[in-house]
């Protein structure tokens, strides 16, 4: 999502989530529902809470960035949001491979905070759409 394709002469990647961004209200949602796959996988291999509350951050982060017009994408670039997350997903799973189930404390937890960046996503695209609408008439 964060490094698909390097711009030449520059240690600069690009992703999908930069492509998608650049698409008025719409691209801010559907890149932060994309990226909530990262969490979905963190959540599956049970990481700490606080770590999933990073990762909600991080996202939240990404998708107000993007309410920046023109320049937000360019932010969106510089904070890779999925980059960091997949690091932390990586760092734990290496720390503890094998966790315990998860409690129900932990599912409700962990669906709340995988919710936040869908809904700042749901939020970020209303506010696109609107000052589109506001521009346009």
């Known amino acids: ?28 949602f559907v890149g932060s529902a994309l990226s909530g796959v990262i969490v979905r996988d963190a959540i599956r291999a049970r990481v700490p809470m606080a770590v999933l509350a990073w990762m909600g951050l991080n996202l939240v982060v990404d998708a107000v960035l993007g309410l920046v017009p023109g320049v937000g994408d360019l932010l969106d670039v510089a904070h890779r949001a999925n980059r960091k997350n997949l690091r932390l997903l990586l760092r734990e799973v290496e720390r503890q491979p094998l966790r315990e189930p998860p409690s129900t404390a932990y599912v409700v937890g962990a669906v709340a905070l995988m919710a936040v960046p869908v809904l700042a996503g749901l939020v970020v695209a209303a506010l696109g759409f609107w000052l589109l609408w506001r521009w346009l008439t």
Request: glycine content about 22%; proline content about 7%.
């Open 1 to 28: 999502m964060d490094d698909a394709v390097t711009v030449p002469g520059t240690r600069i990647g690009l992703g999908l989530d930069a492509v998608i961004g650049l698409v008025p209200g719409i691209g801010d």
